[in-house]
């Protein structure tokens, strides 16, 4: 037996809300998603609306002419006007049918389009993570560098004073890394500043914070940790640096580092941690480098 027309309209009104909850679904990921795709989806979500008023226009002209046959089935018995009524209903049901068909169509065209707008974007937002990686990342280590390291004691300053909890800083370079450079060139000088950087972040907590300061210059804040637990860390970073010598190519490079340690005094800023720390570091080559000293 053929489907009768008038049960699209029944089966079409079932699943409308369904429908509907999906599109509006679909696009609160979207925008919510997607800061700055607005425009886009506003001019996506006027063609939805176009559409979805012109099938609700055509609705509800289908149910004013269904009212208005059934006033005249009461007021009729002629067999050749109910055949008419007949025929002008299944007319109206063949027409909502295709709107409803192109309704539908153009929701599945337009979730397309935000699933593939809702790439690109999701694209081009990795793609600035990266550069922004990239820009606070230093290539030769892959520590932070100096802009990160900058950043970041402005922000572990600031939790330390809301917080109330301790801040250190150990300050360190490589001891005659020059003379390193001069007899090995500056490949075998890089591979110890990558081996350096490796074995530092050895020890390393998810929150502290391990930068390349410049050249052979490292700096590592430690939030919430107090001066006599960041000498101990800077006495086993010294001691893992220096631990075995560093191969390149046919060589042995024998690694030393002196370091500073100073903990954050409430009041001061963030460069005068930096500052405490960097004289300490110059007081530990003062008392005869690969040694940790200790700022006030």
């Given at each position: 037996m053929s489907e009768h027309p008038l049960e699209f309209v029944v089966a079409f009104l079932e699943n409308k809300h369904d429908r509907r909850m999906k599109a509006i679904q679909t696009l609160r990921d979207f925008i919510d998603s997607q800061e700055?795709?607005?425009?886009?989806?506003?001019?996506?979500?006027?063609?939805?609306?176009?559409?979805?008023?012109?099938?609700?226009?055509?609705m509800g002209l289908f149910g004013d002419s269904m009212d208005e046959s059934m006033l005249n089935i009461?007021?009729?018995a002629d067999i050749h006007d109910?055949?008419?009524?007949?025929?002008?209903?299944?007319?109206s049901a063949k027409l909502i049918k295709t709107k409803s068909s192109n309704m539908i169509t153009a929701l599945d065209e337009t979730q397309e389009q935000f699933k593939?707008?809702?790439?690109?974007?999701?694209?081009?937002?990795?793609?600035?993570?990266?550069?922004?990686?990239?820009?606070?990342?230093?290539?030769?280590?892959?520590?932070y560098n100096r802009m990160a390291f900058d950043e970041a004691i402005s922000r572990e300053v600031k939790h330390s004073?809301?917080?109330?909890?301790?801040?250190?800083?150990?300050?360190?370079?490589?001891?005659?890394?020059?003379?390193?450079?001069?007899?090995?060139?500056?490949?075998?000088?890089?591979?110890?500043?990558?081996?350096?950087?490796?074995?530092?972040?050895?020890?390393?907590?998810?929150?502290?914070?391990?930068?390349r300061y410049g050249g052979e210059e490292f700096a590592l804040l430690l939030p919430h940790t107090?001066?006599?637990?960041?000498?101990?860390?800077?006495?086993?970073?010294?001691?893992?640096?220096?631990?075995?010598?560093?191969?390149?190519e046919e060589n042995t490079i024998f690694v030393r580092a002196s370091l500073g340690v100073c903990q954050y005094i409430t009041g001061k800023q963030g460069k005068d941690l930096i500052e405490c720390s960097d004289q300490a570091l110059y007081k530990a080559k003062e008392n005869g480098r690969n040694c940790v000293f200790v700022g006030e």
């Amino acid at each position: 037996m053929s489907e009768h027309p008038l049960e699209f309209v029944v089966a079409f009104l079932e699943n409308k809300h369904d429908r509907r909850m999906k599109a509006i679904q679909t696009l609160r990921d979207f925008i919510d998603s997607q800061e700055n795709s607005e425009q886009e989806a506003l001019d996506l979500v006027i063609e939805i609306m176009k559409v979805i008023e012109s099938t609700k226009n055509d609705m509800g002209l289908f149910g004013d002419s269904m009212d208005e046959s059934m006033l005249n089935i009461d007021k009729s018995a002629d067999i050749h006007d109910l055949s008419e009524l007949k025929n002008n209903l299944l007319s109206s049901a063949k027409l909502i049918k295709t709107k409803s068909s192109n309704m539908i169509t153009a929701l599945d065209e337009t979730q397309e389009q935000f699933k593939e707008m809702e790439k690109q974007l999701q694209d081009v937002g990795q793609e600035l993570e990266k550069a922004q990686e990239q820009t606070l990342t230093d290539g030769l280590t892959g520590l932070y560098n100096r802009m990160a390291f900058d950043e970041a004691i402005s922000r572990e300053v600031k939790h330390s004073i809301s917080h109330d909890q301790p801040l250190s800083l150990i300050m360190f370079d490589l001891d005659y890394f020059k003379r390193i450079n001069d007899k090995f060139g500056h490949q075998g000088g890089d591979e110890v500043l990558r081996v350096v950087a490796a074995r530092a972040k050895e020890l390393l907590r998810k929150s502290d914070f391990l930068a390349r300061y410049g050249g052979e210059e490292f700096a590592l804040l430690l939030p919430h940790t107090e001066i006599e637990a960041a000498t101990k860390v800077a006495n086993k970073l010294r001691s893992t640096i220096s631990r075995k010598p560093v191969k390149h190519e046919e060589n042995t490079i024998f690694v030393r580092a002196s370091l500073g340690v100073c903990q954050y005094i409430t009041g001061k800023q963030g460069k005068d941690l930096i500052e405490c720390s960097d004289q300490a570091l110059y007081k530990a080559k003062e008392n005869g480098r690969n040694c940790v000293f200790v700022g006030e």
